[in-house]
T-cell receptor, first 115, second 110 residues
């Protein structure tokens, strides 16, 4: 399967702990996106990368959130000092990144539960 | 800021009925417009898209036309099937940033 993969698929943590999620995009996709989705709502944009450069970051992303894409391939999203309000599905998507209106291919998501 | 508003659900239809799910968007910039679908137990996947005014996206019998004058991108299908039961999301994208609606749950009964 050469789709977008995300690990872990589920994560349960206690409030105050740090968590890190990984996303592996489709090979040779230049753009990588992170979204957060809560029950009954659509995905909310968090940030995106063009290769290794982080080009846009939502105001939703507090200082406790950081994302990296060090070699322009996989990406990590870290949440420090987790809070119960961080409980959500975290989605990753990738696209070729060469034109406007490109299709984004979504991964299965990582479901985070903060106790 | 940018926003997308779509018809609240849930929507329940009988098989072969006509479907319309309304979607309107904020007109800032020159967005591309999308409909994504999420089938039960699966991830989000693109259903159709349109990148400029008056373009029509179509796929699997679904259609949507980019209407700049009404800032709308309504999803339609002439005859729904049970297999179309899913959550449908309208989205706009501009300069790499996407904004999604809250989704409309469609249930099609035999």
């Amino acid at each position: 399967d050469t789709g977008v993969s995300q690990n872990p698929r589920h994560k349960i943590t206690k409030r105050g702990q740090n968590v890190t999620f990984r996303c592996d995009p489709i090979s040779e996709h230049n753009r990588l996106y992170w979204y957060r989705q809560t029950l009954g709502q659509g995905p909310e944009f968090l940030t995106y990368f063009q290769n290794e450069a982080q080009l846009e970051k939502s105001r939703l992303l507090s200082d406790r959130f950081s994302a990296e894409r060090p070699k322009g391939s996989f990406s990590t999203l870290e949440i420090q000092r987790t809070e119960q309000g961080d409980s959500a599905m975290y989605l990753c998507a990738s696209s070729v990144g060469l034109a406007l209106g490109e299709t984004q291919y979504f991964g299965p998501g990582t479901r985070l539960l903060v106790l | 800021g940018d926003s997308v508003t779509q018809m609240e659900g849930p929507v329940t239809l009988s098989e072969e009925a006509f479907l319309t799910i309304n979607c309107t968007y904020t007109a800032t910039g020159y967005p591309s417009l999308f409909w994504y679908v999420q089938y039960p137990g699966e991830g989000l996947q693109l259903l159709l898209k349109a990148t400029k005014a008056d373009d029509k996206g179509s796929n699997k019998g679904f259609e949507a036309t980019y209407r700049k004058e009404t800032t709308s991108f309504h999803l339609e299908k002439g005859s729904v099937q049970v297999s179309d039961s899913a959550v449908y999301f309208c989205a706009r994208e501009n300069a790499g940033k996407s904004t999604f609606g809250d989704g409309t749950t469609l249930t099609v009964k035999p």
